[in-house]
């Protein structure tokens, strides 16, 4: 069982930057890759970005790529996405998944309860 707590969301101008946090249980974190998703009101739940279990190999959708980028410190069982020059349309709740499969684009058994950002103009 993988227990994930997201924080660090909240309300930021366009332009600014926000850094997202994902806290995890249990003494599997350095062996499971981590992603993020996000979900806008009235919309399915998207990829945003997806790293290996060392965190060398990273992946970004299309529409964040430059922008956003997902890292992991293992010491601390804790994944990031540090989100640059955010724009109104990043708006959703932003969900961390564990067990991403980065070949497969399977998702991971194991969510947060999510974090909202919100991006105003």
């Known amino acids: 069982q993988v227990q994930l707590v997201e924080s660090g969301g909240g309300l930021v101008q366009a332009g600014g930057s926000l850094r997202l946090s994902c806290a995890a249980s249990?003494?599997?974190?350095?062996?499971?890759?981590m992603a993020w998703f996000r979900q806008a009101p009235g919309k399915e739940r998207e990829f945003v970005a997806a790293?290996?279990?060392?965190?060398?190999?990273?992946y970004y959708a299309d529409s964040v790529k430059g922008r956003f980028t997902i890292s992991r410190d293992n010491s601390k069982n804790t994944a990031y996405l540090q989100m640059n020059s955010p724009k109104p349309e990043d708006t959703a709740v932003y969900y961390c998944?564990?067990?991403?499969?980065?070949?497969?684009?399977?998702?991971?058994?194991?969510w947060g309860q999510g974090t909202q950002v919100t991006v105003s103009s």
């Open positions: 998944n564990a067990g991403y499969g980065l070949v497969s684009g399977r998702r991971g058994d194991y």
């Open positions: 249990g003494r599997t974190f350095s062996r499971t890759t």
């Open positions: 790293c290996s279990v060392s965190g060398d190999r990273t």
